[in-house]
T-cell receptor
Framework: DGGITQSPKYLFRKEGQNVTLSCEQN?????MYWYRQDPGQGLRLIYY???????QKGDIAEGYSVSREKKESFPLTVTSAQKNPTAFYLC??????????FGPGTRLTVL | GENVEQHPSTLSVQEGDSAVIKCTYS??????FPWYKQELGKGPQLIID?????GEKKDQRIAVTLNKTAKHFSLHITETQPEDSAVYFC???????????FGKGTTLSVSS
């Protein structure tokens, strides 16, 4: 099956811990994105990468970090510097600068 | 600044009625407008999109219209069914063309 996978589906973090969310795609897409979704809100862009070994900050990058060592993978680390990390995290990918396809999401909860 | 406004935030209709969701955007250079449907606990799914060289696009019960002069686009769902109940998001490219800006979503409830 082709698509975008995210893991884990649910993640719990203690305060002060860093956690890493996985995003993998086998669609051969060049661009990948991370969004954060809070209840009743739209999707806010955290980071994006248009090509391997390159990534750019989105609107709410503070407290997050990413890497893009492989075309298929774009992991997101939520650091202890992110003061309010509880949210639904969505990864997406695209071939060009428009049509994006989303993964199933990871729900992160801070205990 | 770049912005996408979406209305209404909630919409309740009876099964078989039509539903219309409207979005406005700020960047007149925007040329691509997708609509996504998100079911509870899942990622958004692309349902239809339109590019700036056409004014309307239809796919079975779903249609999107675009008015570039007024900078707004709308999603139309006809003959609604309970399975259409979900959150719908519109989006438009950011000014750099590197990512999408999303509206805040419309929660559509279709009652039978």
């Amino acid at each position: 099956d082709g698509g975008i996978t995210q893991s884990p589906k649910y993640l719990f973090r203690k305060e002060g811990q860093n956690v890493t969310l996985s995003c993998e795609q086998n669609l051969n897409h060049d661009a990948m994105y991370w969004y954060r979704q809070d209840p009743g809100q739209g999707l806010r862009l955290i980071y994006y990468s248009q090509i391997v070994n390159d990534f750019q900050k989105g609107d709410i990058a503070e407290g997050y970090s990413v890497s893009r060592e492989k075309k298929e993978s774009f992991p997101l680390t939520v650091t202890s510097a992110q003061k309010n990390p509880t949210a639904f995290y969505l990864c997406a990918s695209s071939t060009a600068k428009d049509t994006q396809y989303f993964g199933p999401g990871t729900r992160l909860t801070v205990l | 600044g770049e912005n996408v406004e979406q209305h209404p935030s909630t919409l309740s209709v009876q099964e078989g009625d039509s539903a219309v969701i409207k979005c406005t955007y700020s960047d007149s250079a925007s040329n691509y407008f997708p609509w996504y449907k998100q079911e509870l606990g899942k990622g958004p799914q692309l349902i239809i999109d339109i590019r700036s060289n056409v004014g309307e696009k239809k796919d079975q019960r779903i249609a999107v219209t675009l008015n570039k002069t007024a900078k707004h686009f709308s999603l139309h769902i006809t003959e609604t069914q309970p399975e259409d109940s979900a959150v719908y998001f519109c989006a438009a490219p950011n000014q750099a063309g590197t990512a999408l800006i999303f509206g805040k979503g419309t929660t559509l409830s279709v009652s039978s």
